[in-house]
């Protein structure tokens, strides 16, 4: 079967740095992302890993391990808009795209 | 400003009412989507057109009905829903299905949905 974890509340301070881990099982693979959503908002794409390693985009990086079934999120300076929640999704070997149930990231001052 | 817009953002209904969600994407994509979120569980997909035809229906009860007049629009018809309905009920859209240009999928900001 298709399974993605991901915890479900994480808290950190302004200025500090966290990683938001995603791990899953499926039987075919073709791609990792994960998506912002604030409070009452859209959800936006943030990073797609399709291949081992660390993809670095400004604060945020992403990193994927296909071997492990493991992605993370990495956020650095976190800032207070960076509140939000973070959902981690992947794309089967059908294209279908699987959701993680998201994790509420939470910046205290 | 999201390239899909949906509306109402709000709705509260009877369980015998009928009401719709509508959903507008203005990217030029090919597929849209709904999706049903329900606090801490993953995102529900619940229909998906592509060109305006019907590519998936992840079993949802005959109560949502979708409709699909073009590629921009996409419409939620609601007829006698359950309380366990109440939700937010997220469109989507995307430039293609079934291939890797559909990896990045642009999200509405959802309608919410109460039913009393």
């Known amino acids: 079967g298709q399974n993605i974890d991901q915890p479900t509340e994480m808290t950190a301070t302004e200025g500090a740095i966290v990683q938001i881990n995603c791990t899953y099982q499926?039987?075919?693979?073709?791609?990792l992302f994960w998506y912002q959503q604030h409070a009452g908002e859209a959800p936006t794409f943030l990073s797609y890993?399709?291949l081992d390693g660390l993809e670095e985009k400004g604060r945020f990086s992403s990193f994927l391990s296909r071997s492990k079934g493991y992605s993370y999120l990495l956020l650095k300076e976190l800032q207070m808009k960076d509140s939000a929640s973070y959902l981690c999704?992947?794309?089967?070997?059908?294209?279908?795209?699987?959701w993680g149930a998201g994790t509420k990231l939470i910046i205290k001052p | 400003e999201t390239g899909v817009t949906q509306t109402p953002r709000h709705l509260v209904m009877g369980m015998t009412n009928k009401k719709s969600l509508k959903c507008e994407q203005h990217?030029?994509?090919?597929?849209m989507y709904w999706y049903k979120q329900s606090a801490k569980k993953p995102l529900e997909l619940m229909f998906v057109?592509?060109?305006?035809?019907?590519?998936e229906n992840n079993s949802v009860p005959s109560r949502f009905s979708p409709e699909c007049p073009n590629s921009s629009h996409l419409f939620l018809h609601l007829h006698t829903l359950q309380p366990e309905d109440s939700a937010l009920y997220l469109c989507?859209?995307?430039?293609?299905?079934?291939?890797?240009?559909?990896?990045?999928?642009?999200f509405g900001e959802g309608s919410w949905l109460t039913v009393v």
């Open positions: 989507a859209s995307s430039q293609g299905v079934g291939d890797l240009l559909s990896h990045t999928i642009y």
């Open positions: 990217l030029g994509h090919n597929a």
């Open positions: 057109y592509n060109f305006k035809e019907q590519t």
């Open positions: 499926t039987s075919g693979f073709n791609g």
């Open positions: 890993n399709v």
């Open positions: 999704g992947l794309m089967d070997s059908n294209y279908q795209l699987i």
